[in-house]
């Protein structure tokens, strides 16, 4: 049974500073979703990765997949306060798994 | 262009009463699914659909029931609602994701905010 994992779970940082947020899945996934969620609001697709060493950029946030170790990253550079919001990392085989979401905030 | 679109936004219930939440999408997307979102919980995959007249169960099927009668619908029903019900509901669809060309990418609806006193 496909399960995803997110750490860290809540992770306040420093406007400027870099920070990467790790996802792990616990069976094949053909792909592997990034969406972002601002407080009462819907979620908002990041970034679909779809092979092993994918990897993709969009503005301050980078994403890769290692479909080896069954791993993703969403790397955050330069944080500004724009980005807190929750991130989700999700999986898929036969069915799209959410993981628990890291909840950003950025501070000044 | 609506894309997902999710009714009623808002609904209170008391415990033991039915109702249905629809989704429509205007896509053509083949897959549809709902899900729930508890704090804390992430989003929990209740029900989906790969094509019209499809459906199976997620990883949180029990008290819920689901049809996919025509593509663009997908409606999510409670037989008898219980307070542990209460969650945003979130619907969403996408394009047929065993097709190695497509992303796959979920489009989301807005929610719907179900309290079930």
């Known amino acids: 049974e496909l399960k995803v994992e997110q750490n860290p779970l809540f992770l306040s940082m420093q406007e400027g500073k870099n920070y990467t947020i790790y996802c792990n899945y616990s069976?094949?996934?053909?792909?592997l979703y990034w969406y972002r969620q601002d407080p009462g609001k819907s979620l908002e697709s990041l970034f679909v990765?779809?092979?092993?060493?994918a990897v993709k950029q969009e503005g301050r946030l980078m994403a890769s997949l290692d479909t080896k170790a069954r791993l993703s990253t969403l790397h955050i550079t330069a944080a500004v306060h724009d980005l807190s919001a929750t991130y989700f990392c999700a999986a898929s085989y036969d069915k799209v798994i959410f993981g628990p979401g890291t909840s950003l905030s950025v501070i000044p | 262009n609506a894309g997902v679109t999710q009714t009623p936004k808002f609904r209170v219930l008391k415990t033991g009463q039915s109702m249905t939440l629809l989704c429509a999408q205007d896509?053509?997307?083949?897959?549809m699914y709902w899900y729930r979102q508890d704090p804390g919980m992430g989003l929990r995959l209740i029900h989906y659909s790969v094509g019209e007249g499809t459906t199976a169960k997620g990883e949180v099927p029990d008290g819920y029931n689901v049809s996919r009668l025509k593509k663009q619908n997908f409606l999510l029903g409670l037989e008898s609602a219980a307070p542990s019900q209460t969650s945003v509901y979130f619907c969403a669809s996408s394009s047929n994701r065993g097709l190695a060309e497509n992303t796959g990418e979920l489009f989301f609806g807005e929610g719907s905010r179900l309290t079930v006193l």
């Open positions: 069976t094949t996934s053909d792909r």
């Open positions: 896509m053509n997307h083949e897959y």
């Open positions: 990765l779809l092979s092993n060493g």
